[in-house]
């Protein structure tokens, strides 16, 4: 069966051919009554765009590819979202990629192996870093977005974490907490959030006149929940009672609430609790959970606009973020 052509869907409409390209392409001034007609015809008679001729034509494949470490985890989850959102405002397709935080993975994506004609690829690595990505095989528009730092060589969108982190424990310190624990030190590994949101959480203390407390910093594994009801039962087990806890990220946060209201700590009062990422899940907690919540919307539209941008505009490209107030962080003081 011979493919339907705008001249046929124009043919059926009375309309010339360009204004059927104009309502298919969302270009130039038509009508609502008359695209509506257009759009109909398109259904009638099976309209498909020829992808590869619009390509010719615009040099752009209309997708691009989006590439996060972990889909399961509802931060990363909730950014796809946004981003995906994102790219519909611009009539852009967004193919969806997961690393799980693999070397090989992410140079694999990097290099276009196996890929389709994308129009830029966006990048949350967790094994390489800037620098190595230098050498890619693949020319394709590349932003990156994360905690791994580079060295200005792409364009990388980020939220300022060790400011961000200062501020959870700061909102701590105001409510009078003092001995804070902190639950996400990581030592091996792809570690550059910890270590970002540690030295925020230090440069607190520190400016507080407070003096750190290495008993009070607990390590974890991974940024999940149960990691998070871990270090709990460690606090609980150490005789060492802080009066609140800074969690690197929410998971890790909502974990060591279940373990400390389970064990009869009262939060807020006995010990308060905020989390990083402000995920849906911490609003509907018991209690709910402060959190430091990024502006990932406007991350996102920042990062569709890079990859268009030509060239992309490469060095550190910053995002807002405010601390969510909630239940778990109102009450007395000890």
């Not at 230098?134 to 580079?150: A, C, F, K, N």
């Not at 959030?193 to 006149?209: D, F, H, K, M, P």
């Given at each position: 069966m011979a493919r339907t052509t705008l001249k046929d869907v124009a043919a059926?409409?009375?309309?010339?051919?360009?204004?059927?390209?104009?309502?298919?392409?969302?270009?130039g001034w038509v009508t609502e009554e008359l695209a509506a007609r257009v759009r109909e015809a398109l259904v009638e008679l099976g309209y498909r765009p020829n992808a590869a001729a619009r390509q010719l034509r615009s040099g752009r494949s209309g997708m691009i590819a989006l590439a996060l470490p972990e889909l399961s985890q509802p931060y990363f989850a909730e950014l796809a979202s946004e981003l995906v959102r994102a790219a519909q405002e611009r009539s852009i397709t967004v193919l969806i990629n997961q690393t799980d935080g693999r070397a090989d993975a992410e140079r694999r994506i990097s290099d276009g192996i196996d890929a389709p004609v994308m129009d830029g690829l966006?990048?949350?690595?967790?094994?390489?870093?800037?620098?190595?990505?230098?050498?890619?095989?693949?020319?394709?528009?590349?932003?990156?977005?994360?905690?791994?730092?580079?060295?200005g060589v792409f364009p990388h969108v980020t939220v300022d974490n060790t400011a961000a982190a200062k501020s959870a424990v700061e909102h701590l310190l105001s409510l009078g907490r003092t001995r804070i624990a902190a639950i996400g030190a990581q030592h091996s590994g792809p570690n550059e959030?910890?270590?970002?949101?540690?030295?925020?959480?230090?440069?607190?203390?520190?400016?507080?006149?407070i003096e750190v407390d290495e008993r009070l910093i607990f390590s974890v594994d991974e940024f999940h929940r149960g990691d998070g009801a871990r270090a709990a039962e460690m606090i609980l087990e150490s005789g060492i009672r802080p009066d609140a806890v800074f969690a690197f990220n929410d998971l890790l946060a909502l974990g060591a609430m279940h373990v400390l209201v389970t064990a009869g700590v009262h939060v807020p009062d006995d010990m308060a609790v905020i989390g990083f990422d402000d995920i849906e899940e911490a609003r509907y907690s018991t209690p709910a959970l402060s959190s430091v919540s990024p502006d990932t919307a406007a991350l996102a539209r920042?990062?569709?606009?890079?990859?268009?941008?030509?060239?992309?505009?490469?060095?550190?490209?910053?995002?807002g973020f405010t601390i969510a107030h909630r239940a778990s962080t109102k009450g007395p003081a000890q």
């Open positions: 059926r409409v009375g309309v010339s051919a360009k204004t059927v390209s104009n309502v298919v392409n969302g270009t966006i990048l949350s690595p967790l094994a390489l870093s800037a620098r190595d990505l230098e050498g890619r095989l693949d020319s394709t528009p590349l932003v990156l977005l994360g905690e791994h730092i580079g060295d959030t910890s270590q970002l949101r540690l030295a925020g959480y230090r440069t607190a203390l520190e400016e507080a006149g920042k990062a569709i606009d890079l990859v268009f941008e030509q060239p992309p505009a490469p060095g550190i490209h910053t995002v």
